[in-house]
């Protein structure tokens, strides 16, 4: 989860302090996490083959990373960590409930106040987010809510990230090529790109794989609740970001609302908590 947290720290702590322009930093994370998940499966593969490729996985991973990137030139660590952590949730849950899945009904309490916080985060006024900065973090959030959906269906969840990292790079190449003006890149930026990519996203996954192993469902569920607290608590020691009444409020009701549709998914009845569950795993 630190892992996680770090990668919106890292992102806003060059893109704000102007160390890098946003196509490139998108460009050298997806470059360099590549690069480590290819070390880490080459020899797997050397023996057993490649693995089959799922190009939807791919597309939605592009569009998650240069979106994630350019809304943090104007959101603050927390406010862009709890967006994006809020649309994943939600648009995770809207699936399941498109495929069928039913819910315990103070389930639909949770997703009401869950729902609600965002809305009120986003409400117009001096502490509201800037608006474009939160649109291009939902349609992030969204676009990781998509992929992680096609990652459970994977064989195998590592293989899947190393192919998806890996044929994404042509696309980030062609959105640097597009904001080829607005190419800006200093050795730290650089340095804070390829620690978001190598470090936070290609080691931080291959870490999180395997310790879903040993977590049930429910609790892999939970503990990502902890990543908008990690961030927003980075941003203030480390970038000296203020946490505003609204961000703390809105991350209680959304947190909250997520806590309590996560917990009836183990106090629903059985026929409902084993629908959603094959949903969602």
């Known amino acids: 989860m630190v892992a996680f947290a770090a990668n919106s720290l890292l992102c806003r702590l060059a893109l704000g302090g102007g160390l890098i322009d946003a196509a490139s930093f998108s460009t050298v994370r997806m470059v360099s996490g590549a690069a ?9 593969w050397r023996s057993s083959g490649l693995p089959s490729i799922d190009w939807r996985a791919p597309a939605v991973l592009f569009i998650y990373m240069i979106f994630f990137s350019f809304a943090y030139l104007s959101l603050s660590t927390g406010t862009g960590a709890l967006l994006l952590f809020g649309s994943v949730q939600l648009t995770m849950f ?24 965002l809305v009120f985060l986003l409400l117009p006024g001096i502490t509201a987010p800037d608006p474009t900065g939160a649109v291009l973090m ?11 959906l096609l990652g459970k269906r994977a064989a195998c969840v590592l ?25 800006y890149a200093t ?28 977590l049930a469902e429910t609790s892999a569920a939970t503990v990502q609740l902890s990543v ?6 980075g941003g203030v020691i480390l970038l000296s970001e203020q946490i505003t009444l609204r961000l703390l409020l809105a991350s ?12 009836q998914r183990t106090a629903g009845v059985p026929g409902q908590r084993v629908e959603l569950n094959n949903e969602l795993k």
């Open 94 to 117: 809207v699936v399941a409930l498109h495929r069928g899945a039913q819910l315990p009904p103070l389930s639909w309490v949770g997703l009401a106040l869950a729902v609600f916080g």
């Open 159 to 183: 293989d899947a990230t190393v192919v998806s990292f890996a044929l994404a790079v042509p696309l980030m190449l062609i959105v640097s090529l597009v904001f080829r003006d607005d190419f």
């Open 252 to 263: 209680v009701v959304i947190i909250g609302g997520i806590t309590v549709v996560l917990l």
């Open 138 to 148: 939902t349609v992030a959030g969204i676009a990781w809510g998509a992929y992680s």
């Open 187 to 214: 050795r730290n930026g650089v340095f804070l790109a390829v620690a978001s990519g190598a470090m936070a996203s290609g080691i931080g996954y291959v870490i999180w794989y395997a310790a879903l192993r040993g």
């Open 228 to 233: 908008p607290v990690i961030a927003a608590v």
């Open 36 to 44: 480590v998940l290819l070390m880490i499966v080459l020899p797997k």
